[in-house]
């Protein structure tokens, strides 16, 4: 059981936008830590998709973006490509365990 | 070119020790905290341990402390774990990865290595 909660799964026709979200609690999350998300290919490493809640590295399309509310976080990928299908995992870090911590991924297909 | 390379990894039997290694070049390693993280096969990623520039502060999930220890040569852009009583549950990917933090909680992992395979069984 993850500290930070994604769903296990989300789908989309290419062209469409979907939304992961990862909850968490007063102690990660609602703490007033960032949320950082991740994205890992088939076969590949974690690469870094959004940091700081919603920054994106350089060369991180704009398509992808993420936002942050109370003890809640999600990312949003507009324009579905076939690409995009990947495992995505949300990041932050959690006072109370004094760890870093994340989410139990979300497998993204596209349609 | 940020790069980040581990080795080491491999077959070992419960209770055996391995040392992973990860070799880092294209950034000022010694400016920045470094982390293991770890993949099960078929699961989600944890995080296992952070070191610090000069290596005087080490944090460790609780499910390795006292058998894993993570240290750094900064003089040779190196970034190491000792891993000893090894356990059937510590199998898994291990990836280093560079942290961006300004403070010893929080921040994120930039940039990763391709990972090195730990397989602990009899």
Known sequence: QSVLTQPPSVSGAPGQRVTISCTGSSSNIG??????????????????????????????????????????????????????????????????????????GTKLTVL | EVQLVESGGGLVQPGGSLRLSCAVSGFTFSSYWMTWVRQAPGKGLEWVANIKQDGSEKYYVDSVKGRFTISRDNADNSLYLQMNSLRAEDTAVYYCARRIAETATGGHFQDWGQGTLVTVSS
Not at chain 1, 41 to 49: D, R, S, V, W, Y
Not at chain 1, 66 to 79: H, N
């Open chain 1, 31 to 104: 703490a007033r830590y960032n949320v950082h998300w991740y994205q890992q290919l088939p076969g590949t490493a974690p690469k870094l998709l959004i940091f700081g809640n919603n920054n994106r590295p350089s060369g991180v399309p704009d398509r992808f973006s993420g936002s942050k509310s109370g003890t809640s976080a999600s990312l949003a990928i507009t324009g579905l490509r076939t690409a995009d299908e990947a495992d995505y995992y949300c990041q932050s870090y959690d006072i109370s365990l004094r760890v870093w911590v994340f989410g139990g």
